[in-house]
């Protein structure tokens, strides 16, 4: 499955944003779905995951009550929404695809990657 991440920008903190994911060349469906981030110096890190019916989520600590994910099967699309954003929120934020049966943040469990997309919270 081959992914587009899109949506990054700069942002003030407190700000919000929404990001988007789309997918093409297989069924959507059938992929649990994740989102993770990168900062300068930093290893990617796990941000959030979806599972194949968008019924279950999970989230990293530092973002639980702050970001949502999302996904709409209809649209081939996964989306992030950020709010309450933070300075050590920046990061290149990348969506990644897994045949994996539940979520997880392994990142070696996600076979598809996107390009990432900046997200920058700066005043």
């Known amino acids: 499955v081959q992914l587009q991440a899109s949506g990054g920008g700069l942002v003030q903190p407190g700000g919000s944003l929404r990001l988007s994911c789309a997918a093409s060349g297989r069924t959507f469906s059938n992929y649990v779905m994740g989102w993770f981030r990168q900062a300068p110096g930093k290893e990617r890190e796990f941000v959030a995951g979806?599972?194949?019916?968008?019924?279950?989520?999970s989230y990293t600590d530092s973002v639980k009550g702050r970001f949502t994910i999302s996904r709409d099967n209809a649209k081939n699309t996964v989306y992030l929404q950020m709010n309450s954003l933070k300075p050590e929120d920046t990061a290149v934020y990348y969506c990644?695809?897994?045949?994996?049966?539940?979520?997880?943040?392994?990142?070696?469990?996600?076979?598809?990657w996107g390009r990432g997309t900046q997200v920058t919270v700066s005043s």
């Open positions: 979806i599972d194949r019916s968008g019924v279950t989520t």
């Open positions: 990644a695809a897994s045949t994996a049966i539940w979520t997880s943040p392994n990142l070696n469990l996600y076979n598809s």
